[in-house]
């Protein structure tokens, strides 16, 4: 379940007043989702999705609603907000903050196919060409001075070797970064997992769930999808999902000559990411409902593939 906060027919449709979206006439709870209320919304003349939002730092949306009508704006398959009839996008409802967004059509793949793959690497390209011009600003809040400072909470959780791995880990990340220049950086999702991307058969109907956008590291966004996209159940990557995925992303934004170098690093930074977030959510901060967590297992395997065996090579480009 993903409503929090149910909501009336009679709610909804003075709420949709305001908008120039039609007459309401009918309103379904979405069982996806973990953090916020996610509502379909039909009206005579279209189909919607209303988000309410129950956690984070709601002084943040103003960032997050930028983000998606620029990317939109730019004919990204994001959902551009809906603005209502004075141009105001976010709005209060049931005393929570409330979106509403056009519904992009499709369902996330489990186990995407290449030409899906293909279909996402060029979108996250054509994605970090365009943001790189984003004018909004947000720290990317899972880096690494993120990474150093939270490790700590999960030590006491692991055993001796995986403590020892993950202290390590953390080092190694800092001193690989401090001996590189900058990365080229823009606006990411910073959580473009297959169950925040809706596919109609191998057509990518939209990217969805922006609510860890932030600023920063380009290559971070990219090492996030292919541990994602293009990891076997043995953690190891597969190198058609992986050719796949570089392919059609550098088509758009081949990669430079520290994010090569910087790569394997990447991977493994961004799997222990998640090995931490999951690991967080489990043993220190476990959220209000009970929802069943993501396994925090899936990325220490993962972890333990990059550290084994590296990267695969990055394919080359000729444009
Ligand atoms: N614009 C959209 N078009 C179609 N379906 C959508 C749209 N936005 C959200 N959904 C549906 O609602 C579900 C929940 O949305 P979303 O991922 O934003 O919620 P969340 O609670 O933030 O989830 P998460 O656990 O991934 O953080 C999605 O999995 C998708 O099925
Ligand atoms: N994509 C995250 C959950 C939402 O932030 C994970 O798989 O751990």
Known sequence: ????????????????????VGRFTALRGVAGGTEN???????DRRELVLTLFEQGEHEELPFFVDLL????????????T??????????????????LFPRLPGRYPEAPNLAQCRALGDALGHMHVVSQHFPG???????????RVKHHKVLTYLSPSDQ??????????????SQHAELPQGAIH???FRDNTLFDGDRLGGIIDFYNGCTGDLLFDLAIVVNDWASDADGRLNPERYNALLYAYQARRPLT?????????????TALRYWLSRLLVVYVDPPAHDLTPHDPERFRTILHARINHGALPIPEVNR
Do not use: C
């Open 69 to 80: 009508d620029y990317l939109a704006e730019h004919r990204l398959p994001v959902p551009g």
């Open 190 to 192: 910073g959580d473009l």
């Open 82 to 99: 809906v603005h209502d009839r004075e141009g105001v996008a976010l709005h209060s409802l049931a005393d929570k903050p409330a979106l």
């Open 164 to 177: 020892t791995l993950m202290k390590n880990e953390v080092d190694d990340f800092e001193s690989a970064f």
């Open 257 to 269: 000559q520290d994010e090569r170098e910087l790569w394997p690093v990447m991977l493994r930074m």
């Open 137 to 147: 600003h947000r720290p990317n809040p899972r880096d690494l001075h993120w990474l």
């Open 37 to 43: 209320s996610t509502f379909f919304v039909t009206t």
């Open 1 to 20: 379940m993903a409503v929090f906060t149910p909501l009336s027919d009679a709610q909804v449709a003075a709420f949709l007043d305001t908008f120039d």
